[in-house]
């Protein structure tokens, strides 16, 4: 995708920058690769298997070595990696909040009117949608940026939203209405970080990658994906969750799973040592596993099935150019 590529030239950017010897054009080779998650486009995420789709391809390829190391969208990535690899690098986050588009400039959920059509694929999104109008309808919407916002001018929805720092990295921030705080639609797991996957053993490469990781990102996605790894975690549940580590190294994290209607919502708040990153996320998990209860998460992979059923029936894909 578009954005795919602009996360691996600015990575490219960034080894020319730090390391002389990697500035030729020729040093650093970008090998674009198709994903089943980038190929799929008919149907949700939650219904094909989740957040594993936009990775198993450039798994297969960095095992085959014909790679040296991948670069992900954090949040695409599965909680458990292939053995013998790891994120070994995380570049400065850029803005995590999600956005609304809305040609008729609506800016709070609130005040869409009742059947308004919102295009998203994240159960995420939607749910938290669904809290604070249930009156709305939202719609599996899912392609590049590109694409999404062609669908939105051509009328399929009134409304959709997509990450913020997608738009900022590829400079079109125009077309968000509105900023969504975390109050108002709280983020993906992951979401804004740029990650480098690697094999775990290959030095040649981690003395590039390693220099370049940002450690309160790196600390702050960590704590993030704890959380997700105690609750199990895809996204065939609509789980967020956010830490930010301040300037005197505290980490304050907040998270949630919800139902998809959005009519049941559990959420958790930690603080702690920005060094305690991960344990403070996997305790978040295991609180907010224990009040939800498991047969919580039983009927979530119960509606994640019925997803799956509705969603097996050969259908013609649209052509998504």
Known sequence: ?????????????????????????????????????????????AAIGGKGLFTRELDVALMAKEVDFCVHSTKD????????????????????????ISPKGI???EDFPAGSVIGTASLRRQAQIYAKNPDVKCVNF??????????????????????????????????ATTVLDWDQMLPAISQGAISFQCASDDEATLKYLKPLSHQPTFDAVTCERAFLAALDGNCKTPIAGQAKVSESGELEFRGLVSSPDGQRIFRVERTGRQADAATIGREAGEEVRKEAGEKFFEEMQDYVQEMQAANSKPTKQKDIA
């Open 77 to 100: 990535v599965p909680t458990e990696l292939i053995p013998g690899t790891e994120l070994c690098t995380m570049l400065p986050r850029e803005d995590t909040r999600d956005v609304i």
């Open 107 to 109: 800016t709070r959920f």
């Open 1 to 45: 995708s578009p954005l795919a590529l602009a996360q691996a030239y600015e990575t490219k950017r960034r080894l020319a920058e730090a390391f002389p010897e990697l500035a030729p054009e020729e040093a650093v080779e970008i090998r674009t690769i198709s994903t089943t998650g980038d190929e799929r486009l008919d149907i949700s995420l």
């Open 142 to 175: 899912r392609g590049n940026v590109q694409t999404r916002l062609r669908k939105l001018k051509d009328g399929e929805v009134d409304a959709t939203l997509l990450a913020y720092a997608g738009l900022k990295r590829m400079s079109m921030e125009e077309h």
